[in-house]
């Protein structure tokens, strides 16, 4: 039996990843590089949907790329590299552009929820056909599994659409992949407003949690998590948001089940919970902190692992490119 093909990426469209995205994402890739055949991106095309500062995206690539491998990603097990160094997965978007109904990219809740206050009049082509350009990144790669957060999982189903369709109309040529979104970890909440995810374009400063900042930073943070008033500690996302969300965080950072979690939990109130999340979460933040610093002082061998990762993620995003063109007709240009 072959091993199977994972494939996950993330924007670096921030100074740093935040618990969210270790949560949701992080964690799975983590364990499951061990057992897949493993293809993590940074996707940079992704973060030109909206405008980026020339100088920070280049930052911020490097940066996303170092947190990958200071939270576990073994860049010689797996690969690891930078989207736009495969100029395969524009070309797949650009092919696969072609087989999506503008109504059914129409329907991506991410793209009506990002141009919600604006309106969509202003919002560039690029962020409307964005979950185009994922299902390229997917498909390039013959992925079985796709691990994300929840967030993610409209993205993906639009991929196995787009697959489906393709192989039907002109022959077997992309791996239908799998959603993996992980039970209790699919949604981290914004902990100043705990109904709204925790994301990088979140609204309040003091809602997410950095993987970058400072101990101190992050304990204060969470000593200040929006609870309510009746100082009972009982896992109910739906009454309890603020406190249900403090009880995930302390599972996720602690590797418990939230039943666990509650139940060492006897006693103590909102102030006691409060700071067992904070020494967990910082428990496991501060060593990412730290060697992704470290990583960041030599980005020659950075730049070098990534080279390495671009060079085995193009050899099969190639491969995937020609059987698409060789089944749509497109004539082979003679070397
Ligand atoms: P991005 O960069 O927004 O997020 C990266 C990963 O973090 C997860 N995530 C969360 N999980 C739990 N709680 C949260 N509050 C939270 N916020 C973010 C996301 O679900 C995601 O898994 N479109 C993708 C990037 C992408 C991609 C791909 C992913 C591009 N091509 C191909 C998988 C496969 C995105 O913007 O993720």
């Not at 409209?154 to 992980?182: C, S």
């Amino acid at each position: 039996m072959t091993t199977a093909r994972l494939f996950s990426g993330m924007q670096p469209s921030a100074d740093s990843l935040h618990f969210g995205n270790y949560a949701g994402a992080l964690l799975q890739w983590i364990n499951m590089q061990e057992t897949h055949d493993a293809v993590f991106c940074v996707v940079d095309l992704h973060a030109l949907t909206v405008p980026q500062d020339p100088a920070k995206l280049a930052e911020n690539t490097r940066k996303t790329a170092a947190q990958y491998i200071a939270s576990g990603i073994d860049p010689h097990k797996s690969t690891l590299f930078v989207q736009s160094h495969v100029p395969a997965h524009s070309e797949l978007a650009w092919l696969l552009n072609t087989v999506t109904a503008f109504g059914e990219a129409s329907r991506m809740t991410q793209f009506k929820d990002k141009t919600q206050k604006q309106g969509s009049d202003n919002a560039t082509v690029g962020l409307f056909t964005y979950p185009i350009l994922q299902a390229a990144d997917i498909l390039a790669h013959d992925a079985n599994v796709v691990p994300v957060g929840e967030d993610q999982r409209q993205h993906i189903e639009l991929t196995r659409d787009l697959a489906t369709r393709f192989n039907q109309r002109y022959g077997p040529v992309f791996t239908v992949p799998e959603v993996t979104v992980m039970e209790g970890a699919a949604k981290i909440y914004d902990l100043q407003n705990p109904t709204a995810k925790m994301s990088k374009s979140g609204e309040s400063p003091a809602g997410i949690l950095w993987l970058l900042d400072e101990p101190a930073v992050l304990t204060k943070k969470i000593k200040s998590a929006v609870t309510d008033t009746d100082n009972s500690i009982v896992f109910d996302p739906e009454h309890k948001p603020g406190v249900s969300n403090l009880l995930s965080l302390l599972a996720l950072a602690t590797g418990k089940a939230v039943g666990d979690v509650v139940a060492s939990l006897s006693g103590g109130g909102y102030g006691a919970l409060k700071g067992e999340v904070a020494e967990a979460v910082v428990a496991k933040v501060a060593p990412i902190r730290e060697k992704t610093h470290e990583l960041l002082g030599d980005p020659a061998e950075l730049d070098r692992l990534l080279a390495l990762g671009a060079e085995k993620a193009a050899a099969t995003a190639e491969a995937t490119l020609g059987r698409a063109h060789e089944a749509l007709g497109l004539l082979p240009r003679l070397h």
